[in-house]
């Protein structure tokens, strides 16, 4: 059964960078595209960054373009996400999802499956 573990949370100052992975227990991941979603105390989750299956598109959140890099590994069944200049809007715990399609630029849809999350706190 497929899952998804998140690791590379962590706490750091503002302006300070982290990199996040999400990694697959099976291969079949590789396929599909992944979307990093991140949740804020007291805020709905919102979705920060998807990648497709191939790895040649990718979609961010204005919030967060320029700062945050997502790319894929696919020999090793995972994805990153690459956060720089990290501000404290910044902090929530970070979700990784795997969506049923292969391709959607929209990254909130179609997501099937979850990891279980990794916590990043950013402090000024």
Excluded at 58 to 65: G, L
Excluded at 80 to 93: K, R
């Amino acid at each position: 059964q497929l899952q998804l573990v998140e690791s590379g949370g962590g706490s750091v100052q503002a302006g300070g960078s982290l990199r996040l992975s999400c990694v697959a227990s099976e291969s079949s991941s590789n396929y599909y595209a992944i979307t990093w979603s991140r949740q804020a105390p007291g805020k709905d989750r919102e979705w920060v960054s998807c990648i497709s299956g191939s790895g040649s598109s990718t979609n961010y959140a204005d919030s967060v373009k320029g700062r945050f890099t997502i790319s894929r590994d696919h020999s090793k069944n995972a994805v990153y996400l690459q956060m720089d200049n990290l501000n404290p809007e910044d902090t929530g715990v970070y979700y990784c999802a795997v969506s049923s399609a292969t391709w959607y630029p929209d990254c909130g849809t179609y997501l099937r499956l979850w990891g279980q999350g990794t916590q990043v706190t950013v402090s000024s």
